[in-house]
């Protein structure tokens, strides 16, 4: 059993900064790849970024390219998203999930129960 739990969501202005924090408990943390995901209001949910149980591979929604940053502490059992340059459309309930394998070609199994992220225009 895994258990995700998130934090630092918040309402922030356009144009600010954010760090959202998962923190992991259960099984071993570092064996498996972790994502971020998000739902707005209405809409499905979609993928943010992913990063392989080493930290050696990240990859990103190309919405988020270049504003955002996925890391993670195996030794603190936690996974970390910088969300900057926020824009009002990043508004949405933020989602961390573990990967069943090392990298994120494997499906997700566990979900934490959302941050919600909200940013003014």
């Known amino acids: 059993q895994v258990q995700l739990a998130e934090s630092g969501g918040g309402l922030v202005q356009a144009g600010g900064s954010l760090r959202l924090s998962c923190a992991a408990s259960g099984r071993t943390f570092s064996n498996y790849a972790m994502g971020w995901f998000r739902q707005a209001a209405g809409k499905e949910r979609e993928f943010v970024a992913a990063i392989a149980w080493s930290g050696s591979n990240r990859v990103y929604a190309d919405s988020v390219k270049g504003r955002f940053t996925i890391s993670r502490d195996n030794a603190q059992n936690t996974l970390a998203l910088q969300m900057n340059s926020l824009k009002p459309e990043d508004t949405a309930l933020y989602y961390c999930?573990?990967?069943?394998?090392?990298?994120?070609?494997?499906?997700?199994?566990?979900w934490g129960k959302g941050t919600l992220v909200t940013v003014s225009s």
């Open positions: 999930a573990k990967y069943d394998g090392t990298t994120w070609k494997y499906g997700m199994d566990y």
